[in-house]
């Protein structure tokens, strides 16, 4: 829906593989504003396939967003899956910066499943006294944080296939769109949901495919891993399990949700079971973090379209000894307080989206 109309502002583009959401902000004093914001449940192949005909269809949501929505800006700020992202952080020597590419690269090629040829490399210094630079040599003092100690620098790098990248490109050109960044969704989620919270945090984006599970140390992604599970998967099952159409077990799914204790019901125990996917694999990746001797995790925030199962918070304190909670990406946004109630029931499947269009506001 259009709110205000405003020449200049940012569109954050998240392309789902179920639903494409959009959220206009534009800057107001160091705040985002929001000016408008859609999204369309619709199925997309084009993460998955570079056809003519998948690029398209996604072009034309969009524009029937847009033009539903009012928008009228044309700098977008979109995310790469994070599935599809290799991400790793680098232990380097000090060195003078005019090595550090050719390093990068050197250790990048030891890690990286496919070769830097097809990849897309980024990367960003995590510790440096003076300044943090990108591959390009760009100085960014806001990306720079307390890591590592004195004797070596720590990089964070990102290397994305560039089919992948050139699929985007190739959307928002169609679209008449100009690209500001393509970025990680997780870093878009630190943005709307921890802001300048530099406190160690588990982030759960549980979406309708899969679920992106990152740990946030000093509000950086440290740790990212994803599993193909999702709210979909529990409908399914709920619709095998007891022979019904998506629709009806959608249904039920959110009037039932998790249940905090046992229960003789078939229903709970279909979705606990397919939940137990989730727990061990949050189990899993705190194990791993924890062996890594890092500051211990405060707390876990939930997003995606599926954090509002009921009961899921409290269920996975249960399951994990860990607060929970639902991250709220409004609220650092500035909107009219009319919407507040229409905002808080799409608030998690938003989180991404409203990051993204906050990049070059925050």
Aim: charged share 25%.
């Amino acid at each position: 829906m259009g709110l205000f109309n405003k020449k200049e502002s940012y569109l954050g583009i998240d392309i789902g593989t179920s639903s494409i959401k959009v959220s206009e902000f534009r800057n107001e004093e160091g705040r985002p504003r929001l000016l408008s914001y859609g999204f369309v449940e619709q199925p997309s192949e084009v993460l998955k396939s570079d056809s003519p005909e998948a690029i398209q269809q996604v072009v034309t949501t969009l524009l029937g967003v847009f033009k539903k929505g009012h928008m009228q800006s044309r700098k977008v700020v979109s995310a790469l899956p994070s599935y599809a992202v290799f991400t790793s952080i680098l232990s380097l020597p000090v060195m003078p910066k005019k090595d550090l590419y050719s390093a990068i690269r050197w250790e990048a090629k030891k890690i990286v499943p496919m070769s830097l040829d097809e990849m897309v490399l980024d990367w960003r210094l995590l510790h440096d006294p003076e300044e943090a630079t990108d591959e390009k040599g760009k100085k960014s003092k806001k990306d720079q944080i307390s890591s590592g100690g004195p004797k070596n620098t720590r990089v964070l790098i990102t290397a994305a296939p560039k089919n992948l990248v050139k699929r985007y490109i190739d959307i928002f050109k169609l679209a008449e769109l100009e690209i500001v960044s393509l970025e990680t969704e997780s870093f878009a989620l630190v943005r709307s949901l921890l802001g300048r919270d530099n406190s160690t945090v588990m982030v759960v984006d549980i979406g309708a495919i899969a679920t992106e599970i990152s740990v946030i140390l000093d509000g950086i992604p440290f740790l990212n891993r994803s599993i193909d599970v999702g709210g979909e998967t529990i409908t399914k099952s709920i619709a095998n399990s007891l022979n019904i159409d998506a629709e009806r077990a959608e249904q039920i799914k959110r009037d039932f949700g998790v249940m905090s204790g046992p229960s003789t019901s078939q229903i709970p125990r279909v979705i606990e079971f397919v939940m137990q996917n989730i727990v061990n694999e949050i189990r899993y990746i705190l194990s791993m973090y924890q062996n890594q001797g890092e500051k211990p995790i405060e707390k876990i925030v939930l997003s995606g379209g599926s954090a509002f199962l009921p009961n899921l918070p409290s269920y996975l304190e249960q399951m994990i000894k860990l607060k929970c909670y639902i991250g709220d990406p409004w609220a650092r946004v500035v909107y009219p307080v009319e919407l507040k109630p229409v905002l808080d029931e799409i608030g998690p499947r938003f989180a991404v989206a409203n990051g993204l269009a906050m990049r070059e506001i925050v």
